[in-house]
Nanobody, 123 residues
Framework: QVQLEESGGGQVQAGGSLRLSCTVS????????MGWQRQAPGKQRELVAV???????NYADSVKGRFTISRDGAKNTVYLQMNSLKPEDTAVYYC?????????????????WGQGTQVSVFE
């Protein structure tokens, strides 16, 4: 497992933007992948976005075209840029990582999570 530390949550009006950051304790190019999950009150945790070690990305249908996952290898940091936010995006957002060494063909299967950061979107 790896250690993850998130930042950047907060409150924003619908239509606004926020950027979440997640710093990982290991070289992000030495692990299978990283991503973001979220959990709204009374709902199951769901995948928001994921990036593999080679940079391939995947997004939940509900955020495609609005959210972008990116990384800075020099800082071992992954970002989630969230634009055109909607009230239904309100949730606790968790940074996640698959700490396994990359193996060709392996897709991320998260085994480490941050403490979570609250994102609240109001009308």
């Amino acid at each position: 497992q790896v250690q993850l530390e998130e930042s950047g949550g907060g409150q924003v009006q619908a239509g606004g933007s926020l950027r979440l950051s997640c710093t990982v304790s290991e070289n992000i190019f030495a692990i299978t992948g990283m991503g973001w999950q979220r959990q709204a009150p009374g709902k199951q945790r769901e995948l928001v976005a994921v990036m593999t070690v080679v940079g391939a990305t995947n997004y939940a249908d509900s955020v495609k075209g609005r959210f972008t996952i990116s990384r800075d290898g020099a800082k071992n940091t992954v970002y989630l840029q969230m634009n055109s936010l909607k009230p239904e995006d309100t949730a606790v957002y968790y940074c996640a990582a698959d700490s396994r060494a990359p193996v060709f063909g392996n897709l991320p299967d998260f085994d480490s999570w941050g403490q979570g950061t609250q994102v609240s979107v109001f009308e």
